[in-house]
C-alpha cells in the first residue's frame, strides 16, 4: 500500500540517537552508527522522530510500504518480561575491576565500557548497545580509581576490534569515558572508539565530539 512513512538521510545523520527515544512503536534503530528505520510495518506515520533530529535527517515520504502493524507494536510495547527478552550478556564478571586480563571472550570483541548506572537508566540498553559485545562496568566515583590502567592491558593483550564508551551525563561519570580514551592512546593500536551519552532521564544524548 501508499502510506506516509519517514525517511532517514544517513548522510545527515550524526547517530545520536534521540530518535530512537523518540519512537515509541520501536521502528527506528541505530546501526553502523546511523539512524535506521528497521522496520515499515512498524512506523505509523505520525512522526515524533522529526523533532528531535539536531540534524534535519528524518522526514516524511510517500511510498509503498507495509500497513503499521498496531498489534505487534502494542506487543511489543508490554514490559519485557511479558516478550521473553533475553539477556544480552555475554561473559561473567562484568566489573572492570574483576575481569582478568586475558579471557578467551576478549579475542576479536567490540568491548562495551559502561558507567553501571547507564543500564538502568536507559531501558534497552541490553538490546541497543550489549548485544554482541563484551560488557565491562564500573562507577568512578563509587570506586575512586583510574580504570586506564586495567583497560590499557586488556586492550595491549588482546585482539579488540571497537570500544564504546557508556556514561550518564553527571561529571563523575565523565571518568567512564576519559579511561577509555587514555587506554586505547596507550595501548599503542588503531581501535575505533565511540561514547554513548545518556541522560538523567533515560535519553541518549548527542556525543562529544
Avoid at 510495518?41 to 533530529?53: A, H, I, S
Avoid at 569515558?177 to 596507550?186: G, L, R, Y
Avoid at 599503542?188 to 554513548?196: D, F, Y
Wanted: aromatic share 6%.
Amino acid at each position: 500500500m501508499i502510506r506516509k512513512i519517514i525517511k532517514i538521510d544517513r548522510q545527515k545523520c550524526d547517530g545520536c540517537g534521540l530518535c530512537v527515544s523518540a519512537c515509541h512503536e520501536g521502528a527506528i534503530g541505530i546501526v553502523d552508527g546511523k539512524a535506521l528505520l528497521l522496520r515499515d510495518d512498524y512506523c505509523d506515520g505520525l512522526g515524533n522522530c522529526l523533532p528531535v533530529c539536531p540534524t534535519g535527517a528524518i522526514s516524511f515520504e510517500e511510498r509503498e510500504a507495509l500497513a503499521y502493524n498496531e498489534a505487534e507494536v502494542k506487543n511489543n510495547a508490554a514490559p519485557a518480561a511479558e516478550r521473553g527478552i533475553a539477556s544480552q550478556l555475554n561473559q561473567w564478571p562484568v566489573q572492570i575491576k574483576l575481569v582478568p586480563v586475558n579471557a578467551p571472550y576478549f579475542e576479536n570483541a567490540d568491548l562495551l565500557v559502561s558507567a553501571g548506572c547507564a543500564a538502568y537508566a536507559y531501558g534497552n540498553f541490553h538490546n541497543e548497545f550489549m548485544r554482541n559485545k563484551i560488557t565491562l562496568i564500573g562507577c568512578p566515583k563509587l570506586d575512586a580509581i583510574d580504570y586506564s590502567e586495567k583497560l590499557t592491558a586488556i586492550l595491549k593483550s588482546n585482539n579488540i576490534k571497537s570500544v564504546t564508551a557508556a556514561r550518564m551525563e553527571v561529571p563523575c561519570c565523565i571518568g567512564i569515558e576519559n579511561a577509555v580514551k587514555t587506554a586505547i592512546k596507550n595501548c599503542g593500536k588503531m581501535i575505533p572508539q565511540q561514547a554513548v551519552i545518556i541522560s538523567t532521564a533515560g535519553n541518549l544524548m548527542p556525543s562529544a565530539k
